[in-house]
Nanobody, 124 residues
Framework: QVQLVESGGGLVQAGGSLRLSCAASGRTFSSYAMGWFRQAPGKEREFVAAISGSGGSTYYADSVKGRFTISRDNTKNTVYLQMNSLKPEDTAVYYC?????????????????WGQGTQVTVSS
């Protein structure tokens, strides 16, 4: 089983950028499709982006398309989320998670557990 630790969050002004990292343990990382999710106060957790095990396929929520980029480095067992042109509505705790199988279904996956996440706060 892969264990995950998110980092890179912080406070940024609207229009700014942040890069989140998700470090994974385990020897099967490259076989896992990975996704980023977020949960704003009072709202349900929502899908943000997903990437296939090879990194060749990516998927995004409409709300972040064109502003966020998901990537991964399988030599470092790490997946990234580059966030540009941040908006106050991007404020949330960001989580990563993954599973074996296609990245296209990550957004609908039922994950049994989550890491601690990393807080992103965008001020207006």
């Amino acid at each position: 089983q892969v264990q995950l630790v998110e980092s890179g969050g912080g406070l940024v002004q609207a229009g700014g950028s942040l890069r989140l990292s998700c470090a994974a343990s385990g020897r099967t990382f490259s076989s896992y499709a990975m996704g980023w999710f977020r949960q704003a106060p009072g709202k349900e957790r929502e899908f943000v982006a997903a990437i296939s095990g090879s990194g060749g396929s990516t998927y995004y929520a409409d709300s972040v398309k064109g502003r966020f980029t998901i990537s991964r480095d399988n030599t470092k067992n790490t997946v990234y989320l580059q966030m540009n042109s941040l908006k106050p509505e991007d404020t949330a705790v960001y989580y990563c998670n993954g599973q074996s199988g296609p990245a296209a279904i990550i957004r609908h996956a039922d994950f049994g557990s989550w890491g601690q996440g990393t807080q992103v706060t965008v001020s207006s």
